[in-house]
């Protein structure tokens, strides 16, 4: 990486840290280093102290992958869409501007977020993801995932409902911090434009992308997936911790965190990123958009 102008840590969120360290030392004075959203760039910071590491590198954080992809085989990759609109951040977010005149030219589908809280709270996967998995979990083991599609089949209208319970929640979360929330639906649409991914209801919305519907997205074999162990652990997690730090009701989500932590036997409340690990627990809500700008 020495001499290069963008690091992509394209990894799940559990590969940020260690992948992140293990470059730490080759790091250099205007590098950008760019994480797949899941507060990796608030953690970016934490980590460098950790190694000892005085390079100037810009931590950058987009609000998911660019790719809807799967991984058929060892070195076979399966793109089955890409984001039309992408929300990307710096940190600090006076750094935004520079990095995507920089990335442009390869990923011009990567706009301007307001700041990384930003694209960490407007994560769609932990709305998503979670509740199919837990309303449909003896489907899952039954079948061991074969024969159906999570999202064809498992976004149904009362799953839905759930999604959306725990979106308002995220919205009044980001409300509270004085951070922009953009509703779960209307995300869903705006980066996926090309696809005109539109239904009556969200359960329709789902069910109906001609994207997550693919063959290449079977359903899951076990619920000890990353569509929980991630999702609980980079982001409704941290969400509820967030809620309960600076008094905002999440009970949906607090629901589906205890839930998870029950049927895969760990607390994701107590092994899942903190507020301390972001850097921010000693901050007042109303100032956490000082601490990114």
């Known amino acids: 990486i020495r001499g290069v102008d963008i690091v992509i840590i394209g990894g799940s969120a559990f ?6 360290k293990a470059a730490a030392p080759h790091f250099e004075d205007g590098q950008y280093v760019l994480f797949t959203s899941n507060f ?24 998911s992958l660019i790719y809807a992809t799967r991984a058929l085989a060892p070195g ?13 951040a710096c940190l600090p977010a006076n750094r935004t501007r520079a990095f995507l005149d920089l ?10 977020a307001e700041n990384v809280l930003f694209t960490s709270l407007n994560n769609l996967n932990p709305i998503v993801h979670p509740p199919m998995m837990l309303f449909n979990a003896g489907r899952i083991e039954a079948t061991g995932g074969a024969g159906w599609n999570l999202y ?54 789902l069910r109906n992308s001609p994207i997550h519907s693919n063959p ?12 929980l162990t991630e999702d609980l652990t980079f982001g409704l997690a941290p969400w509820s911790l967030m809620g309960k730090a600076w008094d905002v009701p999440t009970p949906t989500i607090d629901a589906a965190v205890r839930m998870a932590s029950v049927m895969l036997g760990k607390d994701f409340l107590k092994e899942c990123v903190t507020l301390d690990e972001m850097g921010i627990a000693d901050v007042p809500p109303e100032k956490l958009n000082e601490t990114v700008a």
Do not use: C, Q
């Open 76 to 88: 076979e990759v399966s793109v089955i869409g890409v984001k039309n609109d992408l929300p990307t």
């Open 15 to 20: 590969a940020h840290e260690p992948i992140a």
């Open 40 to 63: 990796g760039a608030l953690r970016f910071r934490g980590w460098m102290r950790e190694m000892g590491v005085t390079a100037d590198a810009t931590p950058v954080e987009t609000m």
């Open 103 to 112: 990335i442009g030219p390869v990923f011009p589908e990567l706009t301007a």
């Open 152 to 205: 064809h089949e498992g976004a149904t209208e009362s799953v839905a409902r759930v999604m959306l319970a725990m979106d308002a929640e995220r919205m009044a979360l980001m409300d509270r911090l004085g951070v922009k929330g953009i509703p779960f639906e209307k995300i869903f649409s705006a980066i996926y434009a090309s696809y005109n991914l539109k239904g009556e209801t969200l359960s329709e919305t």
């Open 216 to 227: 290449a997205f079977p359903a899951p074999d076990t619920i000890d997936t990353r569509y």
